[in-house]
């Protein structure tokens, strides 16, 4: 039994969302560091599991999870970057070169440089088909237009994800 009630017609959730959050936290994290970067993927993260634990009483007993919370980290993703692009971030001197700074782990800088150069739907597009799973018809349904769109945006990402990386 759940802590919350139960609506008429509606099975309470059988899984807890502690559960939900061990089988997914992987593939969510995935897709928000390459939705965000690495930088803000923690942020983007916690957001999503937030707000899915809050709607969590509410989904239906046969919803897709994964695709629901892959949609809730996209949301979260355009959120920051939107966050981002409004607000300068002010520093005492700027950096002749990029840093690591504050960037937990390593960091390949020819990877992001690459991912950086993709549009924002190859990225989505090479996220929620190759790190999250989801078919391209999801995929389409999510950020819009058709599976085949989407199939090709996440080709021609990859393609330049590849000649990108093999010119270095």
Same mark, same amino acid.
């Given at each position: ?68 919370? @892959? ?6 993703? &355009?959120?920051? =970057?939107? #966050? *981002?692009? /409004?607000? !300068? ?17 390593? @960091? ?6 690459? &991912?950086?150069? =993709?549009? #924002? *739907?190859? /990225?989505? !597009? ?43």
């Amino acid at each position: 039994m759940t802590s919350h009630p139960t609506q008429p017609g509606r099975l309470p959730n059988v899984q807890p969302f502690e559960q939900v959050v061990t089988e997914h936290a992987a593939t969510v994290l995935r897709v928000c560091r390459a939705v965000v970067g690495p930088a803000d993927a923690d942020d983007a993260w916690s957001e999503t599991f937030l707000a899915a634990m809050r709607a969590y009483p509410d989904l239906p007993a046969d919803a897709n999870v994964q695709a629901w919370l @892959v949609t809730i980290a996209r949301r979260k993703g &355009v959120d920051i =970057l939107r #966050a *981002r692009a /409004r607000h !300068a971030v002010p520093v005492d001197e700027v950096p002749e070169v990029p840093t690591d700074l504050g960037i937990p782990g390593t @960091v390949d800088d020819e990877l992001w440089a690459a &991912v950086r150069g =993709l549009t #924002a *739907r190859q /990225r989505e !597009a090479i996220a929620y088909h190759h790190l999250a799973g989801m078919p391209y018809a999801e995929v389409a349904q999510l950020i819009g237009g058709s599976a085949a769109a989407v199939r090709r945006a996440a080709a021609d990402g990859i393609q330049h994800l590849r000649s990108t990386l093999e010119a270095r």
